[in-house]
């Protein structure tokens, strides 16, 4: 007799194989990856005027600068032109007077003057701009050939050789001479017009508040540099103005024979050492590197100056070597003796600033 248990067991037992034989198997989840593409930021190139850093439409800008050597004495001021310089040098000549090296490209005035002599160390500072230099005599055939060296159209009144005066070059009545040799610059351009357009030569930002001594440095109401014992550049910041004003040492405005005072959107005070070259005091740049002071905002950092080789343009960095940026605007170079000059009747310069009413004095 069959067990009707055992045949309900065997049934249920087929059936679970039954089911178990028929069940889907889930087949394994493949994720898809997913490509996730970043899109690259674009960043509108900046293109900046070589001289002042204002930012322009395209990199091409047309024309040659023009750097004329002028005269920074009583006899010589009021000069005409020097307001409008994008980009000055003052520096150290015989007798403890300074001369201005004033390069114009942005607005070229018609007249400017006086015009005094080149110096060995114009050189290096012309040289990485490019353009043209103009100036009156040397003293010696050597400086004219060091001049030279740097590359650039020479316009020159060679006063020591008893040439003319020259078509471009003509005396102004305002002084009697020295004083009075003046050079119709925009002329001297147009002459030139296939010289090509100045070098860039310092960094910039676009706003006064991301340069270098805004951000990094300490504030400041006034700012000297003492050449020598008689002999100053004095400036005064303007908060209305956004500027740096010069003014002379009886505290009178320095102004220009229009009657614009002289002002800057940055200062910078480089401290390179003076020897003998040809018999002249001469600022050692090219090849050298020492402190910096940038002036720029209302601020002043300290840095340093770096001018790697003759023909290439001084470079200003923090201590860290990151570089320092200054603000698009005219730009005035002063260029005091350091401290390890040598030159004849050379004495170390000073830097002189004022910091909340207290009068700091650097030696340089």
């Known amino acids: ?44 190139e900046v293109f900046r005027h070589p001289l002042t850093g204002v930012e322009i439409s395209s990199a091409e800008v047309e024309g040659p600068s023009v750097a004329v050597k002028i005269d920074n004495t009583s006899s010589g001021r009021p000069q005409v032109g020097i307001a409008a310089a994008d980009l000055v040098f003052e520096e150290l000549v015989e007798g403890g007077v300074t001369r201005y090296l004033a390069v114009f490209h942005t607005a070229i005035p018609d007249e400017v003057g006086p015009v005094r002599s080149g110096r060995p160390q ?32 020479t316009v020159e009144h060679d006063t020591s050789s008893g040439t003319p005066e020259g078509e471009y070059f003509f005396r102004s009545s305002r002084k009697p001479a020295p004083w009075n040799l003046h050079i119709e610059a925009k002329e001297i351009v147009e002459l030139n017009s296939n010289v090509v357009a100045p070098n860039q030569q310092f960094e910039y930002k676009s706003d006064v508040a991301e340069s270098s001594a805004v951000t990094s440095g300490q504030g400041v109401e006034t700012l000297t540099a003492v050449f020598s014992s008689g002999v100053d550049s004095r400036w005064v910041w303007d908060e209305s103005m956004g500027l740096f004003l010069k003014f002379l040492s009886n505290g009178n405005p320095d102004v220009d024979a229009d009657g614009t005072q002289i002002s800057a959107t940055n200062v ?55 570089p320092v940026f200054l603000a ?29 009413g207290e009068l700091i004095v650097r030696n340089i």
């Open 268 to 322: 910078i005070v480089m401290s390179p050492n003076y020897v003998d070259v040809e018999g002249l005091p001469t600022a050692q740049v090219a090849g050298f590197s020492d402190r910096a002071f940038v002036a720029t905002g209302g601020y002043l950092v300290e840095g340093r100056f770096d001018a790697p080789a003759s023909g290439k343009p001084i470079t200003l960095t923090h201590s860290d070597g990151e």
């Open 1 to 44: 007799m069959k067990n009707p248990v055992r045949g309900v067991l065997v049934c249920a037992g087929i059936f679970s194989l039954i089911v178990a034989g028929c069940a889907v198997q889930e087949e394994p989840v493949i994720e898809e990856e997913v490509l996730i593409v970043e899109e690259e930021a674009v960043v509108d």
């Open 328 to 356: 698009p605007g005219k730009t005035y170079v002063l260029l005091p003796p350091g401290e390890a000059s040598t030159a004849g009747g050379v004495k170390p310069g000073q830097l002189q600033y004022e910091q909340d």
């Open 122 to 153: 114009d050189a290096d500072l012309v040289g990485p701009i490019g353009g043209i230099f103009v100036f009156s005599g040397v003293g010696n055939a050597n400086v004219r050939e060091i001049i030279k060296g740097a590359g650039v159209v």
